[in-house]
């Protein structure tokens, strides 16, 4: 089992910066895939940036150049460096993990844990 908490969510305006926070626990392992989702209300959840535990990282077209993931092992804590941030990232943004031997990337149903989600509100 493994528990996955986002935190560093909050209000700014467009063109500032976040960075997300994703602390986990129990049984994951360096090499899980670690993903970052988001969803507006209303809308369907999107696939942001995924790191796949092997030196490896991914983008979404929306985000890429402007968003970086990044992974502390020792920590047990995944990052999502947001920059030059724009209203229409605005969203729940939400962390995941895939701890199956092959990383499902982009794919939701992929991803076996998620985190409650942290509030990122650009305007």
């Known amino acids: 089992h493994v528990q996955l908490v986002e935190s560093g969510g909050g209000s700014v305006q467009a063109g500032g910066s976040l960075r997300l926070s994703c602390a986990a626990s129990g049984s994951i392992q360096r090499t899980n895939c670690m993903g970052w989702f988001r969803q507006a209300p209303g809308k369907e959840r999107d696939w942001v940036a995924t790191d796949n535990g092997v030196g490896t990282t991914y983008y979404g077209d929306y985000v890429k150049g402007r968003f970086a993931i990044s992974r502390d092992n020792a920590k047990n804590t995944v990052y999502l460096q947001m920059n030059s941030l724009k209203p229409e990232d605005t969203a729940m943004y939400y962390c995941?993990?895939?701890?199956?031997?092959?990383?499902?990337?982009?794919?939701?149903?992929?991803?076996?844990?998620w985190g409650q989600g942290t509030q990122v509100t650009v305007s």
């Open positions: 995941a993990a895939d701890v199956s031997p092959s990383c499902g990337t982009w794919a939701i149903a992929e991803f076996d844990f």
